[in-house]
């Protein structure tokens, strides 16, 4: 998951990224978590995305 390995590099380095929509922020350690299952999802809903119209179903 390159989004989460960014995320905790800016965050090692002192950067803050906060998502205005998701009111989440890789300084609250219980928003990294939530961030990770929302990285999760996004990138299994773009990969099934890409299955599909790979296929010819989309």
Same mark, same amino acid.
């Given at each position: 998951?390159?989004?989460?390995?960014? +995320?905790?590099? +800016?965050?090692?380095?002192?950067?803050?990224?906060?998502?205005?929509?998701?009111?989440?922020?890789?300084?609250?350690?219980?928003?990294?978590?939530?961030?990770?299952?929302?990285?999760?999802?996004?990138?299994?809903? !773009?990969? !099934?995305? !890409?299955?599909?119209?790979?296929?010819?179903? !989309?």
């Amino acid at each position: 998951m390159d989004t989460l390995k960014t +995320l905790y590099e +800016l965050f090692n380095l002192g950067v803050k990224v906060y998502f205005e929509k998701e009111n989440l922020n890789n300084y609250d350690k219980k928003m990294r978590i939530m961030t990770g299952i929302y990285v999760g999802f996004a990138q299994e809903g !773009s990969k !099934s995305m !890409s299955d599909n119209i790979q296929v010819g179903n !989309s």
